[in-house]
């Protein structure tokens, strides 16, 4: 289907992209799986072939490229496996507050090498009994000199066990009166040695998405130098809020991608699997159910591509967004239940990709704001 946001160089960055992935990463899926974790290699060979942060400015070794090099790369990653995708990561979510936020000297020191792979990134939201509620995280920062020391925990942090930059949500005011202006967001930088003070937890065992790494951040009087500090103090909360129309936007991507994946395979499937001496594809409940996934897989496409659209032209989607990020992602989880079920048995065994796709996909109706904060932010901006 033709895309009014592609152009011929994105298809050829994308044929340049699937040239990869498909000598360097497919073959060794399965391994990474296992061992719950891509390799370093992994990113150090993505900025290599300039996949990492191609939106940059040429300033900071980027290509000026547009967001449609971002739906490209999410797209490609997602069709192979939901886990392998923490460069989205990187690229769309953690760097861009770097980029928008951060000093001329903060870019010039850390841009560069987010574009080489030399920096894995990751953003420490999340804490141990907040969940969603961003405004009751704990993590202080007081000031010292010309240091902050910050305290605190994080959980579920994705490149966690293996990241070396972290954007740390933290209270640099832990009395501002509403909380959230309190918040500010420190980067903690252990690219070039250890930061005292700083650890990392467990690797974390998750039901799906194996391969992409998660873990417990412990910060124990870490100092970090001032210089370190993203835009202003109390700030954070609306940098943050600033960045999610693009994260969900993210989300909701990679999960019509994977719901294109599930409903692809799964034609192959019920065509050749064979019973009662007909192809499966033959009954009449395999085609109401394909026919009926096949309808919502359109409908979510045709609306994500025009969010796209919307979003690249900087209008404000924010409403739309949230839609299409808990509309899509329920579809999702809701179709690899239907696919594994029209795989049959075979469908429940490690060998068939549905079996990892409906592992993977029911946490996306949970992350970057859970499916009922969206309603709640779509009921808000109705006037509700």
Known sequence: MTKPYLTEEHEIFRKSLRKYLEKEVIPYVEDWEEARQVPKTYWKQLGEQGFLCPWLDEEYSGMNADFGYSVVLTEELEKICTGIGGPGLHNDIVMPYIDSFGSDEQKKRWLPRSVTGEIISSIAMTEPGTGSDLAAIKTTAVKDGDHYVINGEKTFITNGYSTNFIVVVCKT???????????????????????????????LRKVGQH???????????????????????????????????????????????????????????????????????????TQFKIAEMATEVQLG???????????????????????????????AKKMAGDCMQLHGGYGYMEEYEIARRYRDIPVATIYAGTNEIMKQIIAKNMGL
């Open 173 to 203: 005011d832990p009395k501002a009166n509403p909380p959230h202006k309190g918040i500010s967001l420190i980067v903690v930088d252990t690219i070039d040695g250890e930061v005292p003070g700083f650890k990392k937890g467990k690797k």
């Open 211 to 285: 391969t992409a790494d998660t873990a417990e951040l412990i910060f124990e009087d870490v100092r970090v130098p001032v210089k370190n500090l993203l835009g202003e103090e109390g700030k954070g909360f609306y940098y943050l809020m600033d960045k999610l129309q693009q994260e969900r936007l993210m989300v909701a991507i990679q999960s019509i991608t994977s719901a294109e994946r599930m409903l692809e395979m799964t034609i192959d499937y019920v065509k050749q699997r064979k019973a009662f001496g007909k192809s499966i594809s033959q009954f009449q409940n």
């Open 301 to 331: 496409r045709t609306f994500v591509d025009s969010l796209i659209v919307k979003h690249m032209a900087g209008e404000n989607v924010v409403t739309e967004v949230s839609m299409a990020k808990w509309w899509i992602t329920d579809m």
